[in-house]
């Protein structure tokens, strides 16, 4: 029998859009898809996510693409207008399952550096009163070592947890760590698979 069930953030709770503001700025979305795979690409936003300074990891990034100084600042400059609201229906999904009796955490690879605007902002992040950011610890999803974190902080065994992410990756992660993963789908979706 589950007794936990462990979230993400983005994209599970709170919509993230960066391709939104990249494709008003370059009025293509073609181009803001493919500067946001080849200039601001995973391995760069993992930096980030890891606990670098975003001042440093955009000034790296405009050395390298220098031709691109302009739209890489906008990372850090509208990043609150990349987060574009609640994922639909989670909040009701979130109630009904504290209500179930279910204990509720929250595993998310962000930046120290807006993450407690983001929770400030977004009352629906401030129903996850534990959590473990990946920048507070040096580590990012999919890597054990930050799920090993939750684990051992909040006492919890991995055979008791479910964990919910829209990255396959990181819930092939949690599978091999002992837990039920779900890959995200939406709130109705997740509802079913959790047979509420």
């Known amino acids: 029998?589950?007794?936990?069930?462990?979230?993400?953030?983005?994209?599970?709770?709170?919509?993230?859009?960066?391709?939104?503001?990249?494709?008003?700025?370059?009025?293509?979305?073609?181009?803001?898809?493919?500067?946001?795979?080849?200039?601001?690409d995973m391995n760069w936003r993992q930096r980030i996510d890891r606990g670098e300074s975003q001042d440093a990891c955009i000034e790296e990034l405009q050395g390298r693409f220098p031709e691109y100084r302009e739209a890489i600042v906008l990372y850090r400059d509208r990043w609150r207008e990349m987060l574009t609201g609640e994922m639909p229906g989670m909040r009701e999904l979130l109630t009904e399952l504290k209500d179930t009796g279910y204990e509720i955490y929250g595993l998310t690879n962000w930046s120290m550096e807006t993450f407690p605007e983001a929770r400030r902002h977004f009352s629906i992040l401030q129903m996850i009163d534990r959590y473990v950011?990946?920048?507070?610890?040096?580590?990012?999803?999919?890597?054990?070592?930050?799920?090993?974190?939750?684990?051992?902080?909040?006492?919890?065994?991995?055979?008791?947890c479910i964990f919910v992410d829209d990255n396959p990756d990181n819930v092939a992660a949690a599978c091999q760590m002992g837990?039920?993963?779900?890959?995200?789908?939406?709130?109705?979706?997740?509802?079913?698979e959790l047979i509420l």
């Not at 990249?22 to 493919?34: L, P, S, V």
């Open 1 to 40: 029998m589950y007794k936990n069930i462990i979230f993400d953030f983005g994209n599970v709770l709170v919509e993230w859009h960066p391709e939104r503001v990249y494709g008003e700025y370059f009025g293509d979305e073609a181009k803001a898809w493919w500067f946001l795979r080849h200039v601001t």
């Open 133 to 160: 950011v990946s920048a507070a610890e040096g580590y990012v999803k999919p890597d054990p070592q930050l799920f090993q974190v939750l684990l051992d902080r909040y006492h919890l065994q991995s055979d008791d």
């Open 179 to 192: 837990m039920k993963g779900i890959v995200f789908g939406g709130a109705e979706n997740l509802r079913k």
